[in-house]
Each structure stands twice: as C-alpha cells, then as structure tokens.
C-alpha cells in the first residue's frame, strides 16, 4: 500500500540532516530570498534585453507566459513530485525531505521558503530544460524572457505560501488560506494549489465545497 501524507502535525522543527552545515542550508528567511531571487530575476531580465537583444515588449509579453505557466507548474509539482513516496526507503527519504517535514511541522517558520542554494541549484536546472525545449522549437533566446517569470511567479507563490502559515487571512483571499489549511489538515490527496485553485479546478482536485463552520481552519 502506498504510503499517504499524512494529516498530523508537530510544533517545533524537523532535523533533515545530522550535518549542522547541511541542515543550515535547508532554513532561510523572506530577507535572504527577496535579495538573492530578486537579483537573480533583475539579471536575467537585464541579460535578456542588453546581451540577448529582446526588445522590452516582448520580454514583458514572455513574462506574463512565464507567471500563468508557473501557475500550471506550482500544481505539478506539487501535486506528482512532492506528494510522490512509496514504500522504498529511498523514496520516502526523498519526500522528507522535499515536503514531508513540512507537513509535519507546518509551522516552521525557517522552512517555509525554498532555501537559496537549494532553490538556485534546482532553478538552474529548470532552466537548462526550458532552454532545451526552446532549442528544440528554434527559439532559445526567448527562455531569457520567459524564465524571469516562471521564477517571479514561484516567487510569488513562495510569499504567499508563507503567508498562509504566518499570518491572518486578509478577508479578500481568506479562500487562498482556508484552500491551503484544508490541504493540510484535512485532504492532503486535494488543493494543490497554494497561490490561486485555478488547476485544482481544472484538474478536479478541490476539496468538497461544504464546510463545517464549527471547525473553520482560518
């Protein structure tokens, strides 16, 4: 039987690795990824209309792409790699240490955001793929448009995730964390989606519509 995520949650911080080294580069803070993504995005942008001479009008339009595809690739993700685990010892080492802990402990706050030499390392790699698809399409300069905004949107996500563990909903997007609290206390097997529903919906993966209001989450 598949192992499942599970519902139950602790205080305090999960160890991911025995290595003090290694266990520092899995914490950060909104500090450290505001700058060190926030100069990554500007470069590339910089990079793509100074040294790749994509006019700003175009590398606004790829942007735009790069936002709503990462909207599609923040429920992959989510959804079929950091939900994926199976019996292997492997495997659930694996999930630990991409979500698991973070199911278990929610609310560590150092581990709400993607750390920056693991997030820059696995950005790299997205990019290397995405250039890939590009070539193969006869369009490889246009990933230096494209990548800025698929990053700002995980950007984006990655504040917005945090904020529903942090903070109080503001009453405007009080659905965006009750979404993200029913996920994480009630159906882990639903609402992938942590910064929009947009693909929970598509994909039929929102969780049931009626709420007990005596066990509102939010």
């Not at 990554?40 to 175009?58: C, E, N, R, V």
């Not at 990933?143 to 698929?150: C, K, L």
């Amino acid at each position: 039987m598949k192992p499942k995520v599970t519902t139950e949650f602790q205080h305090g911080q999960a160890q991911i690795f025995k290595n003090p080294f290694l266990e520092s580069l899995t914490k950060t803070n909104p500090i450290q990824n505001i700058i060190v993504y926030g100069i990554t995005i500007i470069a590339l942008i910089s990079l793509a209309i100074i040294k790749i001479g994509l006019s700003p009008l175009t590398v606004a339009g790829l942007f735009v792409i790069g936002v709503f595809f990462w909207t599609f690739a923040e429920y992959m993700l989510h959804r079929f790699v950091f939900h994926w685990v199976t019996e292997a010892k492997w495997s659930q080492r694996f999930h630990f240490i991409m979500h698991g802990s973070h199911h278990q402990y929610p609310r560590d706050e150092e581990r709400l955001l993607m750390p920056p030499v693991p997030g820059l390392i696995m950005a790299s790699i997205l990019f290397v793929i995405f250039y890939g698809v590009f070539w193969l399409m006869g369009i490889s300069d246009l990933t230096f448009g494209f990548f800025p905004g698929f990053f700002s949107g995980y950007l984006v996500y990655s504040f917005v995730h945090r904020a529903t563990h942090v903070m109080r909903p503001p009453k405007r997007f009080k659905n965006i964390w009750q979404h993200h609290s029913l996920h994480h206390y009630r159906y882990p097997d639903k609402a992938f989606g942590v910064s929009n529903t947009l693909w929970d919906h598509v994909f039929g993966t929102m969780p049931p519509a009626k709420k007990d209001k005596s066990k509102e989450l939010v």
